[in-house]
């Protein structure tokens, strides 16, 4: 027989995290029976949160900002690359003065902790963070994108951007009972959507089968989630929804300190060999970082677990530019959170972008739709444009709301003829500010509507984010309509330096969903797909190696 071992499943090895002291008050010691007790109060915690989730608004890891350098500084970079690149060090310059924030969708609020068994709090501790959250929510200009069912089919915004996801779990570990962990994060839609299960069997456990596996599942990435990715691989689990978790976290490089070998204990462990090779892979594709090139990915994570013998789940996770996490700590010195770079000026090359502008075709959006659409299809795909003049902003809800209004009977909207449509919708605009952050949303989800919208007369041009469907193309080509594509992620750089005017146009009552006009200089866009059927990322999405079968998402 064999001797009982016991091993945890994610052995992490010590924090190397610097961390900023927020508050000294609400915390303190006891002792009792001998042992050393924290105790946390109440405000502790929602004081945390609060100053969590302003700062993972605003603020980016030091890493992930050299990443955005590096980019700059690769000659081998594509112009394309840079240009996105430079983009979001810019972003993150505003978002740093902690008025807009980096992202308009400012996400579902994530909190998982780790609470040592020495650790005493009034109870209720999901209820204090859920406040200080709710804080932040209220107070900061962020967006409510939170939706509660009230029937099976009707929603409504809950207006606090509650509820937030909170898990609290034991820590009984040495060194650790007495301490208090957290790991924060902000989750927008478009890179929780690239979320995505496979359920496998040991017949992927070849390199020439996951090679092939990887080849076809990671192109259908796309870009809607703004890429350069962190991206994370979790190959087994002893379940299909740990696998998911630990995909999340390790995107979040949560999981970093991790063996780097397995063992008969069953523990993961990082393959380091593995990462570079998918992130070479991940070069090669043509993708980049949204507009052709070779930085579709910051960095991979790989991370292999044990499994059931009949069983083999893959999740796939990503973190997009909106790199929103930090750690904190509650320990008997204070309450602490991650120190994030509040500098991040010095990221930013010495030398001026003024080449980056020789290709550029500019495009005047107050002319003639037909006028418009002349000049631009005279452009191949990939042309970098900028546009200035009025559009239209509609997403969701308004294209629902425009689609029922044809399906009546009723015209075209005139506004939908006149102008371009944007798919967004901005946070709240600060005082003394134009616009709230208002980057483009993912353009997939209106691909539905586009044949029948252009057939009576509207959407023509299309500006949003991500790589949409053949169905569009298809549209496109026989109704003489574009697509452009919007650099996802610097949201908070178009409202400050590209946005100039917002007015509620229609359907007020749907909130940031409604239809707005707004006035655009300088609006930076890729032409992605044109009236003769053409489709920047149709090519970039091909794989490129044999597919062998093994299996379907769930």
């Not at 009034?122 to 406040?131: A, F, I, P």
């Amino acid at each position: 027989m064999a001797d009982f071992r016991y091993q945890e499943m994610l052995p992490l090895g010590p924090d190397q995290t610097e961390y900023r002291l927020v508050t000294e008050a609400g915390v303190s010691s006891t002792t009792v029976d001998g042992r050393t007790i924290l105790r946390v109060e109440p405000q502790a915690l929602r004081t945390l949160a609060f100053e969590a989730i302003h700062d993972i608004q605003h603020l980016l890891r030091p890493g992930h900002l050299a990443q955005l350098r590096r980019i700059l500084d690769d000659p081998e970079a594509s112009g394309n690359d840079r240009f996105v690149a430079l983009d979001l060090l810019k972003n993150a310059n505003i978002a740093a003065g902690g008025v807009l924030p980096m992202c308009q969708d400012t996400g579902t609020a994530i909190v998982s902790a780790k609470k040592g068994q020495y650790v005493w709090t009034e109870g209720e501790d999901e209820e204090h963070l859920s406040h200080g959250i709710f804080d932040a929510y209220q107070q900061l200009n962020l967006r409510y994108s939170q939706m509660a069912p009230i029937s099976m089919f009707e929603e409504r915004n809950t207006g606090t951007n509650l509820p937030a996801q909170i898990e609290i779990y034991a820590n009984t570990h040495a060194g650790h009972q007495a301490q208090y962990d957290f790991l924060f994060m902000a989750k927008g839609g478009g890179s929780a959507n690239k979320s995505y299960l496979y359920q496998q069997t040991a017949a992927l456990l070849n390199p020439a089968s996951f090679r092939a596996f990887l080849d076809e599942s990671l192109r259908s990435l796309g870009t809607a989630a703004c890429p350069p990715y962190h991206l994370a691989v979790v190959v087994g689990g002893t379940s299909a929804e740990y696998a998911l978790k630990v995909a999340k976290y390790a995107s979040a490089r949560y999981l970093d300190s991790l063996p780097v070998h397995g063992s008969m204990d069953g523990h993961g462990f990082r393959d380091l060999q593995m990462e570079q090779e998918i992130w070479q892979m991940t070069q090669e594709f043509g993708i980049g970082a949204q507009f052709g090139g070779k930085y579709f990915c910051h960095d991979v994570r790989v991370i292999r677990l044990p499994r059931h013998g009949a069983s083999c789940p893959v999740a796939i996770a990503v973190s997009c530019s909106a790199d929103r996490q930090a750690l904190a700590r509650i320990t008997a010195e204070g309450v602490f959170l991650e120190q994030l770079e509040r500098d991040p000026a010095q990221y930013l090359p010495e030398v001026t972008d003024e080449h980056l502008d020789d290709e550029v075709v500019r495009i005047d959006l107050d002319r003639p739709m037909d006028d418009i659409r002349r000049q631009l299809s005279a452009l191949p795909v990939r042309t970098r444009v900028s546009l200035t003049g009025s559009m239209i902003v509609a997403r969701d809800l308004a294209h629902a709301r425009i689609k029922e209004m044809l399906d009546r009977g009723e015209p075209m909207p005139q506004y939908l003829r006149d102008h371009a449509v944007y798919y967004a919708g901005p946070a709240k605009t600060p005082q003394g500010y134009a616009s709230g952050s208002f980057g483009p949303t993912t353009a997939g989800r209106m691909d539905g509507y586009v044949d029948q919208f252009q057939q009576a007369g509207g959407s023509f041009v299309m500006l949003a984010k991500g790589n949409r469907s053949k169905a569009v193309t298809d549209a496109c080509q026989a109704n003489g309509g574009f697509y452009l594509g919007s650099i996802g992620g610097p949201a908070a750089r178009l409202a400050q330096d590209n946005i100039t005017k917002v007015e509620v146009l229609d359907f007020a009552e749907l909130g940031m969903e409604a239809v707005w006009r707004i006035e655009v200089v300088d609006f930076p866009a890729f032409v992605v797909v044109d009236d003769k059927g053409n489709d920047f990322f149709a090519e970039t999405m091909k794989p490129t190696i044999t597919r062998i079968p093994v299996g379907k998402p769930s």
